[in-house]
Each structure stands twice: as C-alpha cells, then as structure tokens.
C-alpha cells in the first residue's frame, strides 16, 4: 500500500491530508459521545478496564492525528496496521455500547479513511474487516456493513478525483507557465524590433542618404561638409547601439537611471533633425507650452516618449513631405503633453495600423506600442491645422514611475 499521491504532487497531497484530518475529526467526536455508553455497558473489573483503554486509544489516536497530521499521519499512511489495530480496539467498544450508538459511525468512516489513504485495495480490506466486526458483534446489521462497503467506495472515487484534479491542475499550471514564457519572448522580440527601427535603422537611413548625396556632390567645401555630416550620422549611429545595449543591460541587471529632462532633450532630438536634414529646406523648433514645463520623468518612461517623438519626426520628414515641423511640450490639465505637428500632406485616407503591418511600415506601429507600455494616450490625425499630421502624446502625471 502506497501513501496517497507522489512526492511531487503537492496539490493532490494537500487536498487528501485535508480530508483524512477532517474524517478523523468527525470520529473523534463520535468516540467521545459513545465513551460514556460503552463504559457503562462493560461489566466490572477486567472488561471495563479493557473498554476504558479502548475509548483512551481510539480517543488519543483521533485526536493525534486530527491536531497534527503533518506528524503522524505519515505514519498511519506507512502503516496501515495501525488502522487495523484501532478498528479492532474500536470492536471493543462496539461490544459494550453497540451500534446502536454513535459509534457506528466510527465504523463507517474506517473503509473510508482506507479508500482515501490506501486506495481500493485498502478500501476493500477494511470494509471486509469492519463488516465482519459489525457481524460478529450484532447479525443483523447487515445494513451497516453495507454501507462500510459504500464509504469505502466513496473513499476511493474521492481520491482518484483529487489525483485527477490535481494532476490536470499542475499541466494547466505548467502550460500557463509555458505560455508566459513564449508571450514574454514575442514582447521583447517586439520591443528590441521597436529599439531598433526608431534609433539605429532610423540613423542609418540618414546615413545612407548623406552618403549618397556626398557621392553626388563636386564641390570641395560641400564635399567636406557633406562628409562631416556623414561622420557625425556614423557616430550617432554608435551612440544609439551603445545606448541601446547599455538599456538592456541595465534591464537585466536591475541598474537605476537618474530622470531625464523632456524640455533639453526634445531641443536635442529637434537640433539633430534640423542638421541632418539641412538640404531638404524643413524648418523645425521646439516650444513649451501648457501650464508648466515638462517635469523631469524617469528614464524608462522617458525613452518611450523620446522614441515616439523621434520617430513622428521622422516620418513626417520622411513621408509627409512638409516645409515645418513644430514640436511642443507642456503641462495640460494635469496631463503631460507632447505634439509633433507638421504642414505636410498628411496620412492617405484608410490608413490602419494593420494595413501598415502588413505592408512593413512598423513605425506608427511601435509607436502606438510604446505609448501602450507607458500607460500614455496616443492620437494621431490633422489636429488643429488645416493640413498637414499631428502626433499627440498625453501621459498623466501621476502615471510617471
């Protein structure tokens, strides 16, 4: 006979311990209603005394194991003959009190305690064993021996459902570990696609359009110029994978970074635009605007706006075909606010973020994305120009962490 589940089935071993203690609960109270009939039963000298041990055994034996099965019930679990030696001490009592009283009871919970510890072939011993008890103390209770046949059933169809349950609990458990996982993967595949399309691919797209208009240039001093601005591309183009390994290690390693100013570097981010993109005649600055000026925001959320405006400005550069971009920033009513808004010839009518998925644009994409992970508000559409895009970026203040 095997103890109620493997030693890793903690669930299922759980739910039986709770179940065997709650069983010998209900027998202990049973016995201590039954003790005063069984000893007044028992004739005087020997027997009585012998009744008195019983009730004191089968009493403390209940109690044990209700107050501490963690301890003892390992045992009892090891040991079926220590069942079988408290339902024979328990005859004892039966023979004094009779089945007539609560201890009949106690004598149907036996077969099942056996189903749920021992399991069918325990089960069907300790009915067998306590029926013929019942028989040889009393012949007709026929009718409780049956139901000893019944409990022990039952003790065995509880556990296999509590087997059952627990092992489907565990695959279930495991699955969804498995699925946290996979979805854990996809999200940063996702997120190292974003970093690297709003800032390295991003810079060298710049860089290969400065190369090929360096390759088309005769006069020296444009010549030089236009290298110039090629080396600063390369350089910033270094600058942005540093960084980028530096975030991800830091986001391994749990590092903390200091908060950013938006006000300095959306002026940088405005600055850098102006320069690589000098020849195309856009003219682009930035404002604060609102209530107050943008606060200091921590880094990680700070990144993602950053990215967002980056990336607006650069499609409107890209594909919008404006002559000015303005970028403004500011406290609105409680909410930190940050628009790109260009005089371009706007998104095509239809434009979903679905259709640009499936056509390889994945920049509105990351940015709708990116605001999604910072709890932020993304609107993008005409705004108040007569033409042209507005990207509009709210975050509440007290979302900033």
């Not at 710049?206 to 208009?213: E, S």
Request: with cysteine; charged share 20%; hydrophobic share 50%.
């Amino acid at each position: 006979m095997k103890p109620p589940a493997p030693s890793g089935s903690a669930i299922q071993t759980n739910a039986l311990q709770a179940m065997c203690r709650q069983v010998f609960g209900f027998r202990l109270a049973m016995i201590a209603l039954a003790a005063p009939a069984a000893l007044l039963g028992a004739a005087p000298g020997l027997p009585v005394r012998l009744v008195g041990a019983a009730v004191v055994v089968t009493f403390m034996g209940s109690y044990v194991l209700f107050r501490d099965w963690e301890r003892f019930g390992p045992l009892l679990l090891r040991h079926p003959a220590l069942l079988a030696a408290d339902t024979l001490l328990g005859s004892l009592l039966l023979v004094t009190a009779g089945p007539q009283s609560t201890l009949a009871y106690v004598s149907v919970c036996t077969p099942l305690l056996a189903g749920l510890a021992y399991s069918w072939r325990g089960a069907a011993f300790f009915a067998c064993l306590q029926g013929l008890v019942l028989l040889a103390v009393r012949g007709d209770v026929l009718l409780l021996a049956g139901l000893c046949v019944i409990t022990g059933a039952l003790g065995v169809t509880l556990r296999n459902l509590l087997l059952r349950f627990g092992a489907a609990t565990q695959a279930l458990s495991e699955a969804r570990a498995g699925l946290a996982a996979a979805q854990a993967v996809e999200v940063e595949r996702a997120r190292l696609a974003r970093e690297m399309h709003d800032s390295v691919a991003t810079t060298l797209h710049g860089l290969a359009l400065a190369a090929d208009a360096l390759a088309a240039c005769d006069d020296p001093a444009e010549t030089r110029e236009r290298a110039e601005l090629v080396a600063r591309a390369a350089r910033r183009a270094a600058a942005e994978s540093r960084e980028l390994l530096s975030d991800l290690r830091s986001q391994s390693y749990g590092g903390v970074r200091a908060g950013v100013d938006l006000t300095s570097e959306l002026t940088n981010r405005v600055r850098d635009l102006t320069s690589r993109w000098q020849d195309s005649g856009i003219e682009a600055a930035y404002r604060s605007v609102g209530d107050g000026t943008p606060p200091v925001v921590p880094y990680p959320m700070a990144r993602q706006l950053l990215s967002i405006a980056a990336e607006a400005m650069e499609n409107a550069v890209r594909h919008a075909h404006p002559t000015r971009i303005d970028v403004t920033a500011g406290v609105h009513a409680g909410l930190l606010r940050i628009s790109v808004r260009d005089d371009g010839r706007g998104l095509p009518p239809g434009t979903t973020l679905d259709g640009l998925r499936g056509s390889g644009h994945f920049g509105l994409v990351g940015m709708v994305e990116r605001a999604a992970g910072v709890g932020a508000r993304l609107r993008i559409g005409r705004g108040d120009g007569a033409r042209g895009t507005e990207v509009r970026l709210e975050v509440p203040l007290g979302a900033r962490r």
